[in-house]
T-cell receptor
């Protein structure tokens, strides 16, 4: 059974710092992995989608990497800003039953 | 707006009420999903529809009843809910069941009193 873990659960950093959020999964037979952002009480906004054949995806200050063999993905945020404060979730779609499993998220706070 | 619209945004209902949540997408996606997000818990998949056919029901209590009349609309009918059903209910769609990721709506915040 696929399990997705995100570490840390919460993170507070000063503005301008580069940071890394981690996502690990137990079954490497995945179809894709997606990173989302969720603001309090709101829906999820897709940030980056990495297909299983890819190693990384970039969008602006965000870079997501995928290492299937080790069951890990990282989301790198460069030059963090207060507007980046949100909960970041990773979701893994596995090839077994086409289920997408979400991690519990990392709550990020960027201090001005 | 992401292309997936959910109404209402907020709903307060008594345990004996019947209400419905609505989700609409005009992205041309063929798969739609209902998720439940409770405080401090990961998202829980409730139902999956692919090409208007329910393909997954994750042991959801019968007081939740989904309906997908066409590929653009998805409903979640609610009746005799319990206070522990209070949560954020999120609708999502994807081009097909497994590829190209999800687009989520903004959610309906449900409070059962």
């Amino acid at each position: 059974k696929q399990e997705v873990t995100q570490i840390p659960a919460a993170l507070s950093v000063p503005e301008g710092e580069n940071l890394v959020l981690n996502c690990s999964f137990t079954d490497s037979a995945i179809y894709n992995l997606q990173w989302f952002r969720q603001d309090p009480g709101k829906g999820l906004t897709s940030l980056l989608l990495i297909q299983s054949s890819q190693r990384e995806q970039t969008s602006g200050r965000l870079n997501a990497s995928l290492d299937k063999s080790s069951g890990r993905s990282t989301l790198y945020i460069a030059a963090s800003q207060p507007g980046d404060s949100a909960t970041y979730l990773c979701a893994v779609c596995d090839t077994g039953g086409f289920k997408t499993i979400f991690g519990a998220g990392t709550r990020l706070f960027v201090k001005a | 707006e992401t292309g997936v619209t959910q109404t209402p945004r907020h709903l307060v209902m008594g345990m004996t009420n019947k209400k419905s949540l609505k989700c609409e997408q005009h992205l041309g996606h063929n798969a739609m999903y209902w998720y439940k997000q409770s405080a401090k818990k990961p998202l829980e998949l409730m139902f999956v529809y692919s090409l208007e056919e329910r393909v997954e029901n994750n042991s959801v209590p019968s007081r939740f009843s989904p309906e997908c009349p066409n590929s653009s609309h998805l409903f979640l009918h609610l009746h005799t809910l319990q206070p522990e059903d209070s949560a954020l209910y999120l609708c999502a769609s994807s081009p097909t069941r497994q590829d190209y990721g999800y687009t989520f709506g903004s959610g309906t915040r449900l409070t059962v009193v």
